[in-house]
């Protein structure tokens, strides 16, 4: 088992290959539309920001944007995009209290142990009324069984994915991370249909999914999607 920010860093040379299309862009572009409509104005935070894809597509949103990860490697890539980014670990954000209106995460939680001390974080440098965006793996999803049954994939030349710590909570654990302070305003499912990446590069079947993923993103099949994003409301000053 790596550390985190060793992982990372091993994978950062080649973790956008494939990303501009087919699956990737599929889920990226769900996460985007689930932050755009609270990033139009303020300052913005992606907690685990990785290369910047995501802070990349939510650039034309009027949003003053940052990043933070721990991974040296993938800051390099955020950077060279032009984004204000910090390496810091999620459990410890270099940030004042309250510092913004939105702090969203995804794709990271569930590679972090103490993941509630991080939605503690996450909670302190959001301003009171704004928005925390939180994302878990599923355990009970097509996700996690592909994860179990298939072997490891080689990320770098040295590491394969299963040398990084990963969690996966049940629909109850993932509703119960709401930190003291926050309520659940919504609950949004992604990756509910698709049992193999491939499938979205064919050409009509992938549309034909992509546009069934979409539909269902917010209906009661969300439970048993292999990512659920929690929107959080920050309880406002009295």
């Not at 990860?69 to 999620?90: E, I, N, T, Y």
Request: hydrophobic residues 45%.
């Amino acid at each position: 088992m790596k550390r985190s920010a060793d992982y990372y860093d091993a994978f950062s040379d080649g973790y956008e290959r494939g990303r501009d299309r087919g699956y990737h862009a599929m889920i990226d572009a769900l996460e985007t539309e689930t932050v755009l409509p609270h990033a139009a104005a303020g300052r913005v935070l992606e907690a685990g920001c990785g290369t910047g894809l995501i802070l990349e597509r939510l650039g034309g949103a009027g949003a003053e944007l940052f990043g933070a990860d721990l991974s040296q490697g993938m800051l390099r890539r955020a950077a060279a995009r032009g984004f204000r980014v910090a390496r810091a670990d999620l459990c410890a954000l270099p940030f004042r209290n309250d510092s913004f209106d939105a702090v969203y995460s995804f794709k990271v939680l569930a590679h972090v142990r103490e993941i509630r001390r991080a939605m503690e974080e996450m909670a302190r440098v959001t301003r009171p009324g704004g928005l925390v965006l939180a994302e878990f793996y599923n355990r009970l999803s097509l996700r996690h069984l592909v994860r179990v049954l298939k072997g490891a994939r080689r990320i770098a030349r040295d590491t394969t994915d299963r040398e990084v710590y990963t969690r996966y909570d049940g629909w109850r654990e993932i509703l119960s991370m709401a930190p003291p302070g926050c309520r659940i305003e919504a609950v949004r499912g992604v990756r509910i249909w698709t049992l193999l990446p491939f499938l979205l590069r064919v050409p009509l079947l992938g549309r034909a999914l992509e546009a069934l993923e979409r539909r269902s993103c917010d209906g009661p099949l969300r439970r048993f999607a292999g990512f659920v994003i929690l929107v959080l409301r920050k309880k406002a000053d009295p």
